[in-house]
């Protein structure tokens, strides 16, 4: 449960020294002049509260991935794990998934630069290196299934389904955001600031989710 | 999932009133109305858990005198009972009901941020009840492995609902995981992004700050569940051995190999720890701002109450084997989880010494709500005292698994939870309906209530002093228990049977209140929270008007020095309040 | 103020209900006598705490209690006042940490001198295993465990062969003399209780648990599961008998060990025949019973369940109860079975008789009987065919007016009463949950149809 703890240990430390700053040496009770700590301005081009909104869910998917880490690193330490070989075809999909993150940041930056022109193969290119990727890691599970290597045959390859498993279904949630963007893109029919926004969030879920694909790749390697 | 929302949010602040009677009261995307949809029918499922317990109490105090309980039920009641009253109804009450009635009314808001996500949140939730309630019409009926789902008997021979029932209890559990984790997002968001001008953090009431906490805590400790919830759900249906070892079933191999149980308890309390705080801080928070407004005071030492509601919060995560102290994990861990479960023991203590100082030199009126808030007191002082025999890793060897045990965590997590939902109802009833309830029924139902529950399980620990087991059917005869011992068992269920029966006068009066009682006062405690300075009353969709309020003062100015009234309400400007000045009611 | 009264009475009844309870701690068995110290620190701490927060705040509500034109102080915080409160309950909790971590730090070091006594948990019955001479457990796995084999010990392990096992629900230990028990689970989760020693341990199925103790007083004390392991667990029960040392020789002395087991000659049906000839003048030459002489069909129940049986009439375990005249008979009847290996002889022979159908007598409601037989089927099966691994005899196929005759006895406490019963015991508890004379009725006619 180190990893879980440790992870929590991070998040906790932001929040309590967010908290004790603006907690620590107020005398509420003094009626003082009236301050506005409530932020409802863009900041950065992000509209903030979407954004503190999805650090919060970054944080609680962070949570997920690191309890299964948590589980993995404990079962791994048992008698029966037998270390898998990961398919080789998980390069290729990891090369396509940082490709990807590197258009959708392309695209963010030309839609907060106002090139709207570039938006519309930005988005379509990421979408198809996602969407590659997401094949691609059924095939690897196709590869696995055709040489024997089943769910149930050893932990290790539970674990490897079970990881790859959460991450793709992640990508999915990614991708039926993009779904919708690029609909609105393609069709014309996208409100300019709307569109910028979903693009901003996107990529930094798409980047969020190439770390944790980092991560369990890592993990899976080096296991 | 919050990406559906942010694609389809509304612009912020445009708020279209709902016209239709569906757009009003079903797919309402109101934070008033979601509140009470969450709050209904988590009290619904609260009824159902209700009815087990006393079919379990029938059972264990008349022993084999009813046909309609035989050993496979029972263990499906104290399942279901237990899994439904933690999460189906508190965790759903507390912070779907009453987290979305309040938040945005104390903060100022018009709404939650995410109204369409809420709305969502709702659905979701009663999904995750319905697929619960149908787990008990399945062959085989419902799971009978116990509210901790512990492998292997969760899902191996010998355990009612080894099928269909253990199935949808994961994918129930995992649905409503996918709802809190909706609600989570917009009641953090909206606490951060949301509060109105001159709302800063440390003028929130205490009910705001321990349902904020509690839902952080909910986001980070609710993975730990669906995490354990699907490696089961493969350990079941695929047949993977993350959990399961190699046994021997009945005889017969069921082709596990190597898998860790100890690890499903690692991971399934290091949600269920926290889980107890994600109850106990909104009802912390509550009844801090029941003792407050009832005693007419300021609630003593505000900034320890906070820092405590955080400190607890932290420390929750890192006590949680303090369930598993006999469990057969590393007997070594007993040492660090002992003193730091004993350590949580001085932040809480500090906020029962702030609750009761808050009377001291108070003004101490004794309605409904107030009673209850105090019996909270009492009774969470003697859940609290208890949990320091538990989690001393000492004393936990002859108390775990016993009636101690179940008698603590009833008090701590059951009873005194439950005094402060009836005692906030009582409170915001007024503000929710625009009527008022009868107040001498409120305190009969407190009295029987109150009472009955300490009649339940004071005599309770000493059953498991004595040695009784939990979870068993039926006792028979032992060497070691005075036969005396099942006369306590009948009398405890005499007096669970009453205080179910209690329960009967809070329906009734809520219901005469909504039909024949009296319209309220828009403020009828005299507080000082926003919830109570809305322009109507009580408040329409929006909240709040075309104006915004506006925050001038922290929760609890009550009897300041100078002024003339006892309370002054947070949206009053300094100089607007001179001493003699007569502001009472809304504004 | 009557609110401050009731809370001050809450106060002082708790207290009462505490000193004149008579369910309190069972007296002390083991040398856990610092466990019950742990709890009376606690007790007297707590206590402390309990009666002087409540009756303050009792104080107050009197006190303070709202008044015309009264009015509250203002007092927002008082630094130094929390700052004492916080000390002075840190001091409490170190007070009670402290010397529960001593004591965990006792329990967690098991003494060298400690002997061992491995107790096996399965699902709802214990047993046991001791280290032979060589004083070292065989290996053992639970892919091994079989009818033959309960323990699953590994055959090739040398140490395993003078294992001695001891397939009952109750354990001997000698008095004073440290014991460290090794916990194993077949199946599930189970947890190894007895009250008088105050400690306890899971048994975790995959891995191996411990705990330690030194008994101090001779005895029989109850094993109780104390880990949710199915719809059994309730009746999983068993029990420590503590011995003095000679006594624990002497018994240790007569149990078998593993290779005796394993070599063991299977029973021979021909001299069984002949012995059988005193049985076949009541169950009938072919066992297939006669309910004018009270006797009960015995062709096509497993051999372990009636080797069982015979050994209980031998060894006053059955046939004891009160009313139970049926069973006296048979008392006298085994004795014409000098020893164990002329029961497993007659056992040999009746499994060769042929398993015919029995004469329907009893009626009842098949539906209902059906209902109430879910229960049942989690041992005996939903066919009704027995399950030797839960110790549950074959139902189908068996004279019914037995069945219903035997049902009656259990839950009369007639069959089961004797204390080392304990598979009688367990059946007494479950038979419970018929409730009226009809329900046996109506499950045995619907264990007629299968």
Known sequence: MTIALGFLAIILATLLGWLLKHTFNVAPWETETVSDTAHHGPLGGVDKTTLIALLTFLAVVSSFFALILSAYALRMDLGDWVPMTEPQLLWTNTVMLIAASIVFQWTRNAAVNGQTSRLRPGLLITGVLTLGFVLGQIVAWQQLQNSGHYISSNPANAFFYFLTGAHAVHILGGLYVWARATQKVVLGTADVAAVRRSVELCTIYWHFLLLVWLVLFGLLLST | ?587 | MPFAVVLILLVVGSILFHFLSPWTFTELASNWGMVDLTVDITLYVTGFVFVVVNLFMAYCVIRFRHKKDARAAYEPENKKLEYWLTGITAVGVALMLTPGLFVWAKFVDVPEDAHVVEAIGQQWHWTYRYPGVDGKLGEVDAERISADNPFGIDPEDPHGQDDVIVYNPEAHIPVDRPVKFLLRSKDVLHNFTVAQFRVKMDLVPGMNTFMWLTPTVPGRFEVLCEELCGIGHFAMRGAVVVDEAADFDRWLAQQTTFSEQSARAAGNATIGAAQYAVCAACHGSQGEGNAALNAPKLAGQPAWYLKRQVMSYKTGLRGVGPGDTYGQQMVGMVATLPDEASVDNVVAHIQTLPDNATVTTIDGDIARGQKLYTVCAYCHGGDGMGRQALNAPRLSGSSDWYLARQLRHFKEGVRGAHPKDYYGYQMGLLSQTLQDEQAVDDIVAYINTL
């Open chain 2, 1 to 587: 999932m919050s990406y559906v929302a942010f694609a389809d949010r509304d612009h912020e602040h445009e708020h279209h009133d709902p016209d239709t009677f569906i757009t009003k009261y079903i797919w309402s995307q109101d934070h008033k109305v979601i509140a009470i949809q969450y709050g209904l029918t988590a009290i619904f499922v609260g009824l159902i858990a209700l009815g087990l317990s006393a079919m379990m109490r029938l059972q264990l105090g008349f022993p084999n005198d009813f046909h309609f309980i035989n050993p496979e039920n029972y263990y499906q009641f104290i399942t279901m009972h237990g899994m439904i009253m933690v999460i189906y109804l508190l965790t759903a009450l507390f912070l779907g009901g009453f987290g979305n009635y309040l938040i945005p009314l104390m903060c100022g808001s018009r709404d939650m941020v995410f109204p369409y996500m809420n709305m969502l949140s709702y659905w979701a939730y009663l999904l995750s009840v319905i697929v619960l309630v149908i787990s008990f019409f399945v062959p085989g009926g419902s799971t009978g492995a116990g509210w901790t789902l512990y492998p292997p008997q969760a899902i191996s021979a010998g355990t009612p609902g080894v099928d269909l029932g253990i199935l949808l209890m994961l994918v129930s559990l995992a649905i409503f995981i996918v709802a809190f984790t909706m609600g989570g997002l917009n009641y953090v968001t909206t606490v951060l992004q949301a509060r109105c001008k001159g709302m800063t953090l440390m003028r929130m009431p205490l009910s705001v700050w321990g349902i904020f906490i509690a839902t952080i805590l909910g986001l980070l400790a609710f993975p730990a569940l669906l995490v354990s919830a699907i490696m089961m759900l493969f350990d079941k249906t695929l047949h993977t051995s993350f959990f399961m070892p190699a046994i021997s079933s009945m005889g017969v191999d069921p082709g596990y190999t190597g898998g860790s149980p100890i690890l499903f308890q690692h991971l399934f309390w290091f949600f269920g720890h926290p889980e107890v705080y994600i109850v106990a801080l909104p009802a912390f928070g509550l009844v801090s701002d029941l003792l407050s407004t009832h005693a007419r005071k300021n609630i003593f030492g505000y900034r320890m109450m906070v820092w405590a509601i955080i400190a607890i919060g932290g420390l929750s995560f890192i006590v949680w084997a303090h369930h598993m102290y006999v469990s057969g994990m590393n007997p070594y861990f007993g040492f660090f989880f002992a003193t730091t479960t004993l350590i949580i023991a001085v932040p809480t203590a500090i906020k029962v010494y702030n609750w009761v100082l808050t009377l001291w030199e108070g003004n101490i009126h004794l309605r409904v709500p107030m009673l209850f808030a105090i019996g909270f007191i009492f009774t969470f002082i003697h859940g609290g005292l208890t949990g320091l025999f538990l989690g001393n890793v000492t004393i936990d060897l002859p108390l775990s698994d016993t009636y101690f045990v179940v008698a603590h965590f009833h008090m701590v997590m059951g009873v005194s939870p439950v005094l402060v939902v009836f005692g906030a109802i009582y409170h915001w009833w007024p503000k929710i309906t625009g009527k008022m309830y009868n107040e001498t029924l409120g305190k009969w139902h407190f009295w029987m209530t109150f009472l009955g529950t300490y009649a339940i399980y004071l005599p309770m620990h000493y059953l498991g002093f004595a040695g009784v087991p939990r979870r068993y059917f039926a006792m028979g005869n032992t060497d070691f228990l005075p036969a005396s011992a099942q006369d306590l068992n009948a009398a405890i269920t005499i007096s669970a049977l009453f205080v179910a029966a209690a329960q009967l006068l809070f329906f009734i009066n809520m219901i005469w209140s909504l039909v024949k009682g009296p319209k309220s006062d828009p403020n009828p405690w005299h507080a000082t929270t926003l919830e109570w300075q809305t322009p109507d009353h009580p408040p329409k969709h929006g909240n709040w008007g075309h104006h915004l309020p506006e925050v001038h003062r922290w929760a609890y100015d009550y009897s300041v020095p100078g002024y003339k009234d006892d309370f002054i309400p947070q949206n009053v400007p300094a100089d607007k309040a001179p001493a003699g000045r007569d502001h009472g009611g809304a504004h």
